[in-house]
């Protein structure tokens, strides 16, 4: 059955239908249809939809109608009053409010005096205070910046009318329940609540429960979905030379017409960014490090086609919305396999056809393992002639039940042999491109770490006799003795990095 439907179908008001008309919507997606009914009426919705389904217009032509409503009953505000937003709107990351803001202005814009206001981390306090002490209709936020906003009490919730959680399971995964609990609590108890998860598994449904009052439950597509105008590949490698290799092969076909390549690191990010650039490519980095100026202006230039080449990190691509991004590659694997789906879903938007590529090695297959198992397909292997892998394709494990890890043979198991289950993490499986660690150096092993650590922290088992008392004095020297390891001295301007070097002042076989 097909939800497809005129938007003068939704009975909206001829403001909206005008502005959608001039956006070039025509026709409403299935989450549309489906959600903006009920969220006209007033009710509490958990709506879950995979990226790219139109999610954004389904609560903000809805949240339109509220400001539309109120205009029309000739409510009046004082002048010098702050009255904080009628709806709130709450997203991860900086990138995604960014683009549910410039939603919400362009299905406004035929709104009467609509007043938007956007409230993310990187932008100067005093701009966004002077937004939050005037007239405003829909506020847009980060759970931290609005946090702080509201401990100093810059920011006022008492009228909100509306609070949508936009991907609230991501906002869960960064850490936010605690400020988005905090947040609700501002708020009027009789707010309407429109809540959207990739699921409601877990944190996600209990939030739900706790936030909401007889919502309805609105399921769109799930990440068991096919994406039929994606293609996946895999392409096993051997080493980083090789995954270089057919990066470059890949960005250098004419099918290219925009290509996000996702890295796992910021580092890895602003290293490989650096490599395509020397090879002529019009390439970028965008990570959560950089100023939030510089990402804008990264982001308009991709939009505006001057940007080839776009690598980045998750958190910093959740949010991007241009539809000639033709090619998708997972040069560094993600954390999650959650994060996959949202991934590939950067490209085959608007209705066009997109190329999702994975590279992966053998200490990867870990983690495809998982991301096949939680999209339940099989993401069909690729070579290239030319530049085929000379180790032999791993094998592939049986998944196992969702959310159960059992330790690995002649492991140990922790807390009482009970099976380990970390929130979508394998700590045992290397970390995509972390892997080869680019540019030298063990990424692992901070600056200082203690040789022997990891000896000391291995768990012991249930049989092993316990361990011998230390005592403290064969380990403490004679009064006045020197450290073993001394900090250098700096030289003067040819010196070597400060650092540590051996006291030679003991004999070498004097026992520390």
């Not at 683009?99 to 609509?114: I, N, P």
């Not at 965008?286 to 990264?298: D, E, I, K, S, W």
Request: proline share 7%; hydrophobic share 40%; charged share 25%.
């Amino acid at each position: 059955m097909s939800f497809d439907s005129n938007f003068a179908s939704l009975a909206l008001s001829e403001n909206l239908t005008r502005a959608l008309a001039d956006a070039g919507y025509a026709a409403a997606t299935e989450v549309q249809a489906r959600a903006i009914p009920p969220a006209i009426a007033g009710r509490d919705l958990m709506v879950a939809s995979s990226t790219g389904s139109g999610k954004t217009a389904s609560f903000v032509v809805p949240a339109l109608e509220r400001v539309l409503a109120a205009r029309a009953s000739g409510e009046r505000r004082e002048r010098g009053t702050v009255y904080g937003p009628r709806v709130l709107v709450l997203a991860p990351t900086r990138e995604l409010a960014m683009q549910v803001s410039k939603a919400a202005t362009v299905y406004g814009r035929h709104v009467q005096g609509l007043r938007v206001a956007t409230v993310v981390g990187g932008v100067p306090y005093p701009m966004q205070i002077k937004a939050l002490r005037g007239p405003l209709d829909i506020l847009i936020a980060t759970p931290g910046r609005l946090i702080d906003h509201l401990t100093s009490g810059k920011a006022v919730l008492d009228k909100v009318e509306i609070l949508v959680l936009d991907e609230a399971d991501r906002m869960l995964d960064m850490g936010f329940i605690d400020d988005i609990v905090a947040i609700a609590e501002h708020t009027p108890k009789t707010r309407q609540t429109l809540m959207y998860s990739a699921t409601f598994a877990g944190d996600a449904g209990r939030l739900a429960q706790q936030l909401m009052r007889e919502p309805q439950r609105i399921d769109v597509a799930s990440h068991t979905d096919t994406h039929a105008n994606i293609e996946q590949r895999l392409h096993w490698v051997d080493n980083g030379g090789h995954k270089n290799a057919l990066l470059d092969h890949i960005l250098t076909t004419r099918e290219v017409e925009q290509a996000l390549v996702f890295t796992s690191t910021q580092r890895d990010a602003d290293w490989l960014a650096e490599r395509l650039a020397d090879q002529g490519h019009a390439v970028a980095a965008l990570h959560g490090a950089m100023p939030q100026g510089r990402r804008n202006r990264t982001l308009t230039a991709l939009r505006r086609g001057e940007l080839r080449v776009l690598v980045a990190t998750d958190v910093a691509a959740r949010g991007i919305d241009v539809p000639t991004i033709s090619h998708v590659i997972n040069y560094g694997l993600p954390m999650k396999a959650e994060d996959y789906v949202h991934r590939i879903g950067r490209t085959g938007r608007a209705g066009r056809n997109g190329l999702a590529v994975t590279l992966a090695d053998r200490g990867d297959s870990h983690m495809i393992r998982r991301i096949q198992h939680f999209t339940t397909q099989r993401i069909p292997v690729a070579t290239i002639a030319g530049l085929e892998p000379k180790s032999p394709e791993p094998r592939m494990a049986a998944p196992r039940p969702e959310g159960r890890f059992e330790p690995r043979p002649g492991r140990p198991a922790k807390h009482g042999g009970k099976p380990f289950a970390p929130r979508g993490v394998d700590r045992f499986a290397p970390r995509g491109a972390d892997h080869f660690a680019p540019r030298g150096g063990d990424q692992f092993a901070p600056r200082g770490a203690k040789r022997f650590g990891a000896q000391e922290r291995a768990p012991q088992p249930r049989d092993a006799a316990p361990r011998e008392p230390f005592e403290r004095a064969q380990f403490e020297r004679p009064s006045g003795e020197r450290h073993a390891f001394a900090p250098r001295k700096a030289a003067g301007p040819g010196a070597k990095p400060f650092g540590f070097k051996p006291n030679r002042s003991r004999p070498r076989g004097h026992a520390r």
